[in-house]
């Protein structure tokens, strides 16, 4: 207990002491209240995660609270770390065990997870053969085994190709060996360093002035033109493999498709509608093949397109030889390809998204608390979690579960919405989200006929996503052709992660290799066939 104000000692050591004291308990009384925050933070966390469970992965508003709440919780341990003296290296953490952590604190620490082939440096501290007291023999009891994960910063080297050229002394002939391709034309950057540079603008979404600050650090002053030609040029040479992929997914029967906004550089629309900057807003479009949900053979896949509005004829142009079923929502572009031909046919069949109908039950019953909606999400609810127990089974069998299941509950929701409709105002966005079901029923009855068929188009909207994500940090496009080359980037980048493979390392193989590979065998340099090889490899070595 500490003295009283009034009964303070004289001695300066004693004082000293109080102070120190009271200083380790302001510190932990901090601490303790960064880790009750911390806390606070997690069940908030885990309350929108249940939410999101019970109401929908892609509620928009749940999404973006669920992200600012991590960033939060992310701070605040921050600050506990920078707080928690337990943080400190101890005989328990080099034993790969867990350290004690003080009362209260909610976090648990772990050791880092690495791929069996991450490179390894043994260092041995050996005291050697004699002791270093009396100088007898040592002879080995055992030894401790400590782990510490290092950076090996990424560095520039430049490799100088010397080619000597030699005459023949009989017949005068000279001898040179040719000059090794280049993936750019009479460019500086080797494939590696090309394949830097596009991950780390398209997928890591670093703007290029960055990147030029960052290799100023390491030493080489690379103007922005110069890097802004090399993403260009690189995106040129790998246009072929862009353009079999995307005439593979357009051949496939099912695709997801949605779309997203890009600003883009315009400066002509200052002078004609008077904005203070020429920017316009462009599209991207995604179309993805993912039948990984129920085992399909066909490798999952994904393109981008970019136009420079939202007009309806370009979808329709991209779709022009597709021919199945697209899941997509209720955008007015796709209304024209879903009506049937002059022989009754109709080439695309649309499957609406349950999700997006979910949405609107939600952002009723988060604005209202109306119980009406409150019981749509109940009973769409119903739904997801048979799609869940049913996920990673064959087609055939999510077909016969969803007749057995699904459908009668598919008909009593409408039924529902249907007598629904006749007691509630119809005015609303409460109505007009039952309208909207209504409207669509046979769309959204269509994957209860076919297993192969998605319930949502969520995948669509996880594809757009780095989309959505690099708008922020690159925030326009400085062209129309400028987003044609993030759509012709995005499209192999996101392709080869799609099928496990580190995107930097599959591009700087492939610009190594396009410029010699024949056209006749350059679907050997596709993802999907680049990943197959790979694993044939690993397996022989």
């Not at 508003?61 to 003296?85: F, G, H, K, P």
């Not at 046979?442 to 989309?467: C, K, Q, T, W, Y």
């Amino acid at each position: 207990m500490q003295p009283q104000p009034d009964v303070l000692p004289d001695d300066p050591a004693a004082l000293k002491a109080i102070i120190l004291a009271q200083r380790e308990e302001m510190a932990r009384a901090r601490a303790s209240a960064l880790a009750f925050e911390a806390l606070v933070q997690a069940l908030r966390i885990q309350i929108a995660r249940l939410r999101r469970q019970r109401f929908g992965p892609s509620s928009e508003r749940i999404n973006r609270e669920l992200e600012q709440l991590q960033l939060t919780l992310e701070d605040v341990e921050v600050a506990i770390a920078a707080n928690d003296a337990s943080g400190e290296h101890s005989d328990a953490d080099d034993a790969g065990e867990e350290p004690a952590l003080p009362r209260g604190e909610p976090r648990r620490r772990g050791k880092p997870c690495l791929r069996d082939d991450a490179p390894r440096e043994r260092i041995v501290l050996d005291p050697g053969d004699h002791c270093p007291d009396c100088g007898g023999p040592l002879r080995l009891l055992g030894e401790d085994l400590s782990e510490v994960l290092e950076f090996v910063a990424a560095k520039l080297k430049v490799i100088e190709t010397r080619r000597p050229k030699k005459s023949c002394r009989l017949c005068e002939r000279i001898v040179q060996e040719p000059a090794p391709p280049r993936p750019i034309r009479r460019g500086m950057a080797g494939p590696a360093l090309l394949a830097h540079v596009l991950v780390s603008k398209f997928d890591d979404h670093l703007p290029l002035y960055r990147q030029g600050e960052i290799f100023a650090r390491m030493g080489a002053d690379i103007p922005r033109s110069t890097l802004i030609d090399w993403c260009g040029q690189a995106v040129a040479a790998l246009r072929p493999l862009t353009d079999l992929i995307r005439a593979e997914v357009m051949r496939s029967d099912r695709l997801h498709a949605d779309d997203t906004p890009i600003r883009v550089l315009d400066p002509g629309r200052r002078a004609v509608e008077g904005k203070p900057r020429g920017v316009k807003e462009g599209r991207i479009w995604v179309y993805l093949r993912d039948d990984r949900p129920w085992g399909g053979s066909d490798p999952p896949a994904v393109t981008y397109f970019f136009s420079p509005d939202r007009k309806g004829e370009h979808p329709q142009a991209h779709l022009a030889g597709f021919e199945g079923v697209l899941q997509a929502d209720a955008y007015g572009g796709f209304r024209k390809l879903y009506e049937p031909g002059a022989e009754g046919h109709r080439r695309i069949r649309e499957a609406a998204c349950w999700a997006h109908l979910r949405r609107a039950f939600h952002d009723v019953w988060k604005s209202t608390g109306s119980p009406i909606a409150f019981e749509a999400l109940e009973r769409i609810g119903v739904l997801y979690d048979i799609e869940r127990e049913i996920a990673g089974r064959p087609a055939e069998e999510w077909r016969r579960i969803r007749q057995e299941r699904s459908r009668g509950l598919v008909e009593a929701f409408q039924a529902w919405c249907e007598d629904r409709l006749r007691r509630i105002p119809g005015k609303g966005d409460l109505p007009a989200a039952m309208r909207y079901f209504l409207k669509r029923v046979e769309a959204f009855s269509l994957f209860l006929e076919d297993g192969r068929v998605a319930m949502d188009n969520n995948p669509a909207e996880r594809a757009i996503r780095p989309i959505s994500v690099g708008r922020k940090n690159y925030l326009f496009a400085g062209s129309d052709a400028g987003g044609g080359m993030i759509a012709d980037a995005m499209t192999i980048i996101e392709t080869a992660k799609l099928s496990g493979l580190d995107p930097e390392a599959y591009l700087a193989a492939v610009l190594d290799r396009i410029g010699d590979q024949l056209v006749s065998r350059l679907h050997e340099l596709l993802p999907w066939n680049w990943a197959a090889t790979e694993a044939l490899r690993k397996q022989a070595a």
